[in-house]
């Protein structure tokens, strides 16, 4: 179809790329560019399917208000069906998110509530527990409650999950997918759905240093306290009421470093502009991939756009000042000039 009656009919249904120029050992490594979702990330897809379900269920009707806590993707997929439907959106945003991402829910209509990064769960101002309370003291607020709610891993189970099988058929199927966990609605919609129809497919995740889930998979036990991390939108200091981690045997806990630099080489290298998760999951692939000893098929996915951060993880500047990037004597100035 040419053309399309509303932007909400562009979630999901996202391309495939097989890299070209990245070292993936004897594997073949294969992108989800969830990045062309229409509000830039794989969070538009639970945007849709978080709304449209409670408005079946009859629990909200346009006109309502709607509360989330958000690491910014899932409010910028709420704000997008939100703003189409006629809904009013309150988010709780931790203060460590992009400015990109703030602003661009702002643009959309959405009132943003900005709280402390630095908290855990159980803090009154941790986010999802301040938007809890804002939706319970708003009256007829619905609290969307993406850690808590079904309809997240269900947009997976029965629309991520589903694409990922019928374009790696074309190549004989995916051996193994790389992914990364916030919320956990990705993981688990993918796990269920692979339980299913593709059981031997081998689930991996990809973990930033300090998130207590890499450890909970390797070792399974549970660290009291996480540390704090730079990437956006995955790593946990607790297990999401919806995770199911039970299919998920192998993690790997990738440093900011590792990630932001990742990041910058697949845009180097593949002409591909992918947010900062993109890099924690890409460097736990291409881990994966050169650990193998025969050739796998294994694909990740590209969970939103570096656009999200042009002023962070791609500026030298933000990269040099936080210790990411080493600065370079200028040498021979001649080199410059010739
Ligand atoms: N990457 C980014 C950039 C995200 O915003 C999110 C969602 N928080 C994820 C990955 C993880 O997805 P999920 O919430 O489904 O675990």
Redesign the pocket.
């Known amino acids: 179809m040419a053309i399309h009656s509303s932007v909400l009919e562009l979630i999901g249904r996202t391309p495939i790329v097989k890299a070209q120029r990245l070292d993936t050992g004897v594997c073949e490594l294969y992108l989800k560019l969830e990045s062309q979702n229409p509000g830039g990330?794989?969070?538009d897809r639970?945007g849709l399917s978080m709304i449209e379900a409670a408005e079946k269920a009859g629990k909200i009707k346009p006109g309502d208000t709607l509360v989330e806590g958000?690491?910014?993707?899932?409010g910028i997929g709420l704000a997008l069906v939100a703003q189409q439907k006629g809904y009013r959106l309150i988010l709780v945003v931790p203060d460590k998110m992009s400015r990109e991402k703030i602003f661009n829910l702002k643009a959309m209509g959405a009132q943003v509530v900005l709280t402390r990064s630095d908290v855990a769960k159980g803090h009154p101002d941790y986010y999802q527990d301040l938007a809890e309370r804002i939706a319970r003291e708003t009256p007829g607020a619905y609290f969307i409650n993406?850690f808590g709610n079904p309809d997240?891993p269900a947009a997976?189970e029965f629309g991520t999950g589903p694409e990922i099988l019928e374009q790696m058929a074309e190549v004989g199927g995916a051996d193994a997918i790389v992914?990364?966990?916030?919320?956990?609605?990705?993981?688990t919609?993918l796990s269920r759905c692979f339980a299913e129809k593709s059981p031997h497919t081998e689930l991996v995740l990809a973990d930033p240093v300090g998130s207590i889930l890499a450890q909970y998979i390797n070792e399974g036990t549970l660290s009291e306290k996480s540390g704090t991390w730079m990437v956006?939108?995955?790593g946990e200091d607790f297990l999401p009421v919806i995770s199911d981690f039970a299919r998920v045997r192998k993690a790997y806990a990738i440093s900011d470093r590792e990630s932001f630099l990742t990041a910058r080489e697949l845009l180097a290298k593949e002409g591909i502009l992918g947010?900062?998760?993109?890099g924690t999951?890409l460097a736990a692939a291409l881990r994966y991939c050169r650990e193998q000893t025969v050739p796998k098929k294994v694909l990740t996915?590209v969970?939103?756009t570096g656009n999200k951060y042009l002023s962070k993880m791609y500026n030298d500047y933000w990269m040099l000042d936080n210790g990411f990037l080493e600065r370079e004597p200028y040498g021979d100035l001649r080199d410059l000039i010739l």
């Not at 947010?275 to 993109?278: C, E, K, L, V």
């Open positions: 990330s794989i969070k639970i958000t690491a910014g993707n899932t993406q997240n997976h992914f990364g966990c916030g919320s956990s609605g990705t993981m919609g956006e939108g995955i947010g900062s998760s993109t999951l996915l969970p939103d």
